[in-house]
Structure formats: C-alpha cells, structure tokens
Nanobody
Framework: QVQLVESGGGLVQAGGSLRLSCTAS????????MAWFHQPPGKEREFVAA????????NYADSAKGRFTISRDSAKNTAYLQMNSLKPEDTAVYYC?????????????????WGQGTQVTVFS
C-alpha cells in the first residue's frame, strides 16, 4: 500500500555527516508513522529512529540520541535522517520503514512497509 525509496547513502569519514531521505508513494492519504532501521554487517536489523505522522513525536535508539535527527515533510511524503558525528560502528544498510497509525511510537515493531535500503559506510 505504501512504497518507500531511500536515498542519500554513501561513503563518509568518521566525524562527518550524512542525510538520508525516504520518499513514500502509493496510499499515503492515511496517517502513517515513519522510521529508520539499520542492519550492520553480520547483525540483525535494528531500530534507529521514528517520527509520528504529525512530526511532533519521536523515538530514538540509545545509539542515535544526540547524533541523529529524524524529521518528515508530510506535504512531500518524505522522511529524513540527519546523521552527525558518524562513527565506523554506524556502517550499515539503512532502511526506511512505515506503518499506518494505531501503534504507540515507543513500540518499534509492526512496521510493514519497507524501502530497499541504502548503504552507509563510515571510515576512520
């Protein structure tokens, strides 16, 4: 029902910044939460950050707090992940995700629409 496409990944030096974008299409008339997950090499996919439909509520993983900022522009059906002070440990495939309204934002499961992923590589 919702298609997601990420962009903005790439190679960046440790300490640098990168901004990821995710554009939604399809059935975007109903309210939906958006989130970012990542999957480091050899690890399971894990939650990074989420933002509510209104853009007023946020949820961050501990590793992202203070460094990453999630935002969205509902008029453009686009979410962003601003990543600052990047570390080699942030190297991963980053996935955009969405779910229709109905779940507390603190709950990091239940996202059923996924993008294809974009690679972020941080070198020291």
């Amino acid at each position: 029902q919702v298609q997601l496409v990420e962009s903005g990944g790439g190679l960046v030096q440790a300490g640098g910044s990168l901004r990821l974008s995710c554009t939604a299409s399809g059935h975007t008339d109903s309210p939906y939460d958006m989130a970012w997950f990542h999957q480091p090499p050899g690890k399971e996919r894990e939650f990074v950050a989420a933002v509510s439909w209104s853009g007023e509520s946020y949820n961050y993983a501990d590793s992202a707090k203070g460094r990453f900022t999630i935002s969205r522009d509902s008029a453009k059906n686009t979410a962003y992940l601003q990543m600052n002070s990047l570390k080699p440990e942030d190297t991963a495939v980053y996935y955009c995700a969405a779910r229709y309204w109905g779940t507390h934002l603190a709950v990091t499961t239940g996202y059923n629409f996924w993008g294809q992923g974009t690679q972020v590589t941080v070198f020291s």
